[in-house]
C-alpha cells in the first residue's frame, strides 16, 4: 500500500466536492482518474500529496511513499539549458558519481598498509548503488524522455526561459517523468502532448511499473 483514503469529504463553501471517497493506491499500480469538469479530480491530487486538508476522513501514506506532480514542479525559467533543468531530476545521480571519483582518487594514493581494502569495499558498494539507480544510462533517458514528450534536439540547448508555453510545459513533464517518486501524480498531463507523446507517456509509466514498481496517479477527460 502506498497510500489510502478513507472515507475522504471535501466541500467548498457550499459546494460538496467529495463524499465518502474511499481507495486504496498499491506500488506499481497505474490508475486512471476520469470524470467530468469540475468533479473534484484535481482536488483528489492535492489531498493526496496533502497540500489540501480533509474535512472529513483521512489520508494514511505508507512511510518511504514519495509523490512527485506538476502542482509542485518548478516553473522552467532563465538561461538553463532545456537539457540541463530536464536532467536535474537526476541531481542525486552527480552526487554519486563524485563519490566514485574520489573513491578512485583515493585508491590511486593509498596502499594496502593505508587502507586500500575499505576504499576498495566503499568503492564496490558505490559502484553498485550508482549502477542500480540507472546512472550509467542518465543521459541516454534523459535523452529518451526530451524526444518522446516532443521536445527535438534542436532545442536541447536552447534556455528554457525562451521556449514557448506548451514546451515549457513538456519540460516539466519530462522532468517530472525522471524522478523516481513512487507515485507520479500527472493532471491531464495530455493537454501538452501530441499522439506521439501520449503513446510515448503511455510507455514510459508502464516501463517505470514493470522495471521499478513505480506507480501513477493520472486524471483525464479521455479514458
Ligand atoms: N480552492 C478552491 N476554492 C473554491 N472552490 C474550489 C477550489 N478548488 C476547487 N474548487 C471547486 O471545486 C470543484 C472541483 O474542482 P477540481 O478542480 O477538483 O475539479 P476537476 O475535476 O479537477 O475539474 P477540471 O476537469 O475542470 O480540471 C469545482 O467546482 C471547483 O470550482
Ligand atoms: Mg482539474
Same mark, same amino acid.
Given at each position: ?20 471517497? !474511499? ?19 484535481? !482536488? ?44 536535474? /531530476? ?23 598498509? !593505508? ?6 569495499? /566503499? ?66 498531463? !495530455? ?33
Amino acid at each position: 500500500m502506498l497510500y489510502r483514503l478513507s472515507g475522504v469529504a471535501k466541500a467548498y463553501g457550499p459546494k460538496e466536492v467529495l463524499k465518502d471517497a !474511499t481507495w486504496q493506491h498499491d506500488p506499481g499500480r497505474i490508475v486512471g482518474l476520469v470524470g467530468r469538469n469540475g468533479a473534484g479530480k484535481s !482536488t483528489v491530487l492535492r489531498i493526496v500529496q496533502g497540500l489540501v486538508e480533509p474535512d472529513a476522513g483521512k489520508l494514511h501514506t505508507a512511510g518511504g511513499t514519495t509523490f512527485a506532480s506538476l502542482d509542485q514542479a518548478v516553473e522552467p525559467e532563465g538561461d538553463e539549458p532545456l537539457r540541463a533543468f530536464v536532467a536535474r /531530476a537526476l541531481a542525486h545521480l552527480v552526487g554519486l558519481e563524485d563519490d566514485l571519483r574520489r573513491l578512485e582518487e583515493g585508491m590511486a594514493q593509498s596502499s594496502a598498509d !593505508t587502507g586500500l581494502e575499505d576504499l576498495l569495499s /566503499a568503492y564496490d558498494e558505490a559502484r553498485e548503488r550508482f549502477e542500480r539507480e540507472g546512472g550509467y544510462e542518465a543521459e541516454s533517458r534523459v535523452e529518451r524522455v526530451l524526444s518522446g514528450v516532443g521536445l527535438p534536439r534542436e532545442v536541447w540547448d536552447r534556455p528554457v526561459g525562451e521556449l514557448s508555453g506548451g514546451q515549457k510545459h513538456r519540460a516539466q513533464i519530462a522532468r517530472l517523468l525522471l524522478t523516481s517518486a513512487s507515485v507520479l501524480l500527472l493532471d491531464e498531463p !495530455t493537454n501538452h502532448l501530441d499522439v506521439a507523446g501520449i503513446e510515448f507517456l503511455e510507455t514510459w509509466l508502464r516501463e517505470r511499473s514493470e522495471k521499478a514498481g513505480l506507480a501513477a496517479l493520472v486524471v483525464s477527460h479521455d479514458r
